[in-house]
């Protein structure tokens, strides 16, 4: 489809979205993008609409949870002069300037319901009326609904689809409007699902930000390339774009090094400073990994084996190997 050579990547995951997004494009379905947040709901939206017979139209997006539940409805179907405090004169609505073209609602879970009865009819017979006025408009618009909203222990919730169906349980979200949405869903891949991407992401987003400052040659370094492939990206490729625009940013000589990503994603790497030979660097893993068990288990040796999925013997032989003393261990030093 249209538009789908911004994606960058080419893991399986990836690529099953894109052949979905040209499957549907040409369509008039409503589509329904699942996905945790900065999954790149937007720019399959974007390329939905591209690759569609409307290209030559609008492309309105509005989130659905970045306005107060009393502003919504006005943003959506607009107000005639005096429909409420404020409306000091006529004003569309975003269906009405999409009228042709695609309306894509980010966050749909966290419509009001007495919307959701609205939006549901604009949706089967493609008509509305503004707030405070009586006549009945009518639209050719095509809707893409999307959104991650926030579950009850405060993280980027599952994809959409969970989260409706269990708002439709709870009484949230309409059953009737749930399925009309869901005519042909598509489930965008986490980052941590498309590891293989990370590094085309990577570079793309240092030619991206290096342009923008007048930075060229960007690389990364071995060992912060290790940060990043390990990092589980809980805010997906946002997150990572986020990473790299500060990278770029501190870097003074081109080299974008571990001490350049935030903090939080600084944290010893077992796998980060090994060097040398492969036999030279299984070494080294096993000391630190031994080291490490000493110290959890304040040197009791036969603990610290057992963790390990070895016997106190070879836990023995290994210390005398690589010096290590449980005495030390057990004053909390290695």
């Not at 994606?7 to 494009?25: C, D, E, H, K, Y």
């Not at 699942?34 to 790149?40: F, I, P």
């Not at 989260?163 to 749930?178: A, P, S, T």
Request: charged letters at 25%; proline letters at 6%; hydrophobic letters at 40%.
């Amino acid at each position: 489809a249209p538009g789908a050579e911004r994606f960058v990547g080419r893991s399986p995951g990836l690529r099953a979205v894109l052949t979905q997004l040209a499957q549907v494009a040409p369509t008039s379905a409503t589509v329904l993008l699942l996905g945790e947040s900065g999954t790149g709901k937007e720019l399959a939206a974007n390329t939905i609409h591209a690759g569609s017979p409307r290209a030559g139209h609008p492309f309105i997006k509005i989130n659905c949870a970045a306005l107060p539940e009393g502003l919504i409805e006005s943003e959506l179907f607009g107000h005639e002069k005096g429909a409420f405090t404020g409306a000091v004169g006529m004003r569309k609505g975003r269906f009405e300037a999409a009228d042709g073209g695609t309306l894509f609602l980010d966050e749909i879970g966290e419509l009001a319901v007495s919307t959701q009865v609205k939006l549901l009819r604009v949706l089967q017979e493609q008509e509305f009326e503004r707030l405070g006025g009586m006549e009945t408009r009518k639209v050719d618009v095509r809707v893409v609904a999307a959104g991650a909203r926030r579950r009850g222990d405060g993280r980027v919730g599952a994809p959409t689809s969970r989260n409706l169906e269990q708002m439709v349980k709870d009484g949230l979200f309409r059953r009737d409007l749930y399925y009309r949405l869901n005519v042909f869903p598509v489930s965008m891949p986490p980052l941590r699902e498309r590891q293989g991407d990370i590094p085309l992401l990577v570079e793309n987003f240092l030619e991206k930000y290096g342009h923008k400052i007048g930075k060229r040659g960007l690389r990364v370094a071995p060992e912060a390339e290790a940060l990043l492939l390990a990092h589980s990206w809980p805010g997906n490729i946002r997150e990572l774009e986020n990473v790299i625009e500060r990278a770029v940013i501190l870097t003074t000589d081109g080299l974008i090094r571990p001490d350049l990503l935030p903090p939080a994603m600084q944290a010893p790497c077992a796998l980060c400073s090994l060097r040398g030979t492969l036999p030279d660097a299984l070494e080294q893993l096993e000391r630190q990994l031994i080291t490490e068990a000493l110290q959890e288990h304040r040197g009791n040796m036969g603990h610290a084996a057992q963790a390990l999925g070895i016997s106190e013997r070879v836990m023995g032989l290994r210390m005398r190997k690589f010096g290590l003393g449980y005495k030390a261990f057990r004053r909390g030093a290695p």
